[in-house]
């Protein structure tokens, strides 16, 4: 019974604190439309909308827009999870764990709601056709769904990629390419005339509080997984406990043991 509380508690605990997470970002969601009427009114569409979309349009040339119109579908409904799901599967090798697909899955789940709660909920008009570059969309235009998708996902990728070197140039470049990606899959729905430059921002907005939420589950895992055998949860100074520590201490830890803390390498940077 104690070895199965120590399988079943810190998995409870990770499960039940992204549910009322996700239960958060989807009310955020449900509560925009009045942020909304706040935000994006008529002062608010000519003092950033507008003006952005305008100067968007200035850039446009036919070679660019082809490259932009190729880009953003890697966050679209096809590209994403492509790409989701092999970011997602070279994890699991590298960690030698299934906690990436639980995370990553769990909180693109709640992204994906969030982003449908919201377009139903406001079912805010795009820009017009004239001021876009095609293929043209008509689903409701707030929040901008490969904005809110992309920061999830790559945001989530992103932290546990880091988890997994320990050079602090290779973290900052991860951490650098991930936020390039970011905002420019968000910049690119604007520069096309896909979305306005609201949408995009409580895009950001949801997904990095969403990732943030996401995160603290995972910390909360570790310090119930860890609190008799190594310590404190991770962090990026100190990720090589994250492994078993009942062998640091003079005892060998059982096989399930041993094996179901591979989140981080070892000291000795072995996977």
Same mark, same amino acid.
């Given at each position: 019974? &104690?070895?199965?509380?120590?399988?079943?508690?810190?998995? @409870?605990?990770?499960?039940?604190?992204?549910?009322? #997470?996700?239960?958060?970002?989807?009310?955020?969601?449900?509560?925009?439309?009045?942020?909304?009427?706040?935000?994006?009114?008529?002062? #608010? +569409?000519?003092?950033?909308?507008?003006?952005?979309?305008?100067?968007?349009?200035? +850039?446009?040339?036919?070679?660019?827009?082809?490259?932009?119109?190729?880009?953003?579908?890697?966050?679209? =409904?096809?590209?994403?999870?492509?790409?989701?799901?092999? +970011?997602?599967?070279?994890?699991?090798?590298?960690? &030698?764990?299934? /906690?990436?697909?639980?995370?990553? =899955?769990?909180?693109?789940?709640?992204?994906?709601?969030?982003?449908?709660?919201?377009?139903?909920?406001?079912?805010?008009?795009?820009?017009?056709?004239?001021? @876009?570059?095609? *293929?043209?969309?008509?689903?409701?235009?707030? $929040?901008?769904?490969?904005?809110?998708?992309?920061?999830?996902?790559? #945001?989530?990728?992103?932290?546990?990629?880091?988890?997994?070197? /320990?050079?602090?140039?290779?973290?900052?470049?991860?951490?650098?390419?991930?936020?390039?990606?970011?905002?420019?899959? =968000?910049?690119? &729905?604007?520069?096309?005339?896909?979305?306005?430059?609201?949408?995009?921002?409580?895009?950001? @907005?949801?997904?990095?509080?969403?990732?943030?939420?996401?995160?603290?589950?995972? /910390?909360?895992?570790?310090? +119930?997984?860890?609190?008799?055998?190594? #310590? *404190?949860? $991770?962090?990026?100074?100190?990720?090589?406990?994250?492994?078993?520590?009942?062998?640091?201490?003079?005892?060998?830890?059982?096989?399930?043991? &041993?094996?179901?803390?591979?989140?981080?390498?070892? $000291?000795?940077?072995?996977?």
């Amino acid at each position: 019974m &104690r070895r199965w509380g120590k399988w079943v508690v810190p998995y @409870a605990a990770l499960w039940i604190t992204m549910l009322i #997470g996700g239960v958060v970002v989807v009310a955020l969601a449900l509560t925009s439309a009045e942020v909304y009427d706040n935000v994006v009114d008529d002062a #608010g +569409l000519a003092s950033l909308d507008k003006p952005t979309l305008g100067f968007m349009q200035q +850039l446009r040339s036919p070679g660019l827009d082809a490259f932009v119109t190729g880009f953003t579908n890697i966050g679209g =409904g096809i590209g994403m999870p492509i790409l989701a799901s092999i +970011l997602t599967a070279w994890l699991i090798w590298v960690s &030698r764990t299934w /906690r990436p697909l639980i995370l990553i =899955g769990g909180a693109a789940a709640v992204s994906i709601t969030a982003t449908t709660v919201g377009k139903k909920l406001i079912g805010r008009a795009r820009p017009d056709f004239a001021d @876009a570059v095609p *293929p043209y969309e008509t689903s409701p235009s707030f $929040p901008s769904g490969h904005t809110l998708n992309t920061t999830v996902v790559i #945001g989530l990728v992103v932290y546990l990629a880091c988890l997994q070197v /320990r050079r602090t140039i290779a973290r900052v470049g991860l951490i650098t390419a991930g936020a390039i990606f970011i905002l420019a899959m =968000g910049m690119s &729905r604007v520069f096309l005339g896909h979305h306005w430059m609201t949408d995009v921002i409580f895009g950001w @907005a949801l997904g990095l509080g969403w990732v943030g939420i996401v995160i603290l589950a995972h /910390r909360l895992f570790h310090v +119930l997984r860890h609190r008799e055998h190594t #310590g *404190p949860a $991770p962090t990026f100074d100190n990720d090589a406990h994250l492994r078993d520590g009942a062998p640091a201490r003079g005892r060998k830890g059982s096989t399930a043991e &041993r094996t179901a803390d591979a989140d981080t390498p070892d $000291p000795a940077g072995r996977s």
